[in-house]
């Protein structure tokens, strides 16, 4: 009886994860956070991390620092390797188009003002929802 409930119970995670896994990577149709690239729901230094390693594996492929978002969304498992579920398009924070050093700046800023309780002081889209068709 053990064994069969444990089995379930496997099953049932397996179920789970692979319904929640399939809709968090789809990023089709759903909404998003500027900042939160690895879509965990918080905006911090792995976002930051994120981008920044983003913005330098362009930069050692083609010698520029300013990764197109659309390549990026091309090419998340490329540009975001040590992300589980990456949001290319949540890198972006000021809009411009490009991933780079700006938007890693911007999402420190965020995170700085969030750990000191002065987000009402921060003026950028992280934290910002937005839709992805
Ligand atoms: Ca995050
Ligand atoms: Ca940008």
Redesign the pocket.
């Known amino acids: 009886m053990k064994s069969v409930l444990r089995k379930v119970f496997a099953v049932s995670l397996a179920a789970i994860s692979l319904v929640s896994g399939a809709g968090m990577y789809a990023n089709a149709g759903v909404y998003r956070c500027y900042g939160d690239v690895d879509n965990d729901g918080r905006i911090g230094m792995s976002d930051s991390s994120a981008v920044s390693t983003a913005s330098i594996k362009y930069n050692a492929l083609t010698g520029s620092r300013n990764l197109p978002?659309s390549v990026a969304v091309a090419n998340p498992e490329l540009y975001f390797p040590n992300v589980a579920t990456p949001v290319p398009q949540a890198?972006?924070?000021?809009?411009?188009?490009?991933?780079?050093q700006?938007?890693v700046d911007?999402i420190l800023a965020y995170y700085s003002h969030s750990g000191s309780g002065t987000l009402d002081q921060y003026t950028g889209n992280c934290g910002v929802y937005f839709y992805i068709p």
């Open positions: 978002v890198a972006d924070t000021n809009g411009d188009g490009y991933i780079n700006l938007d911007d």
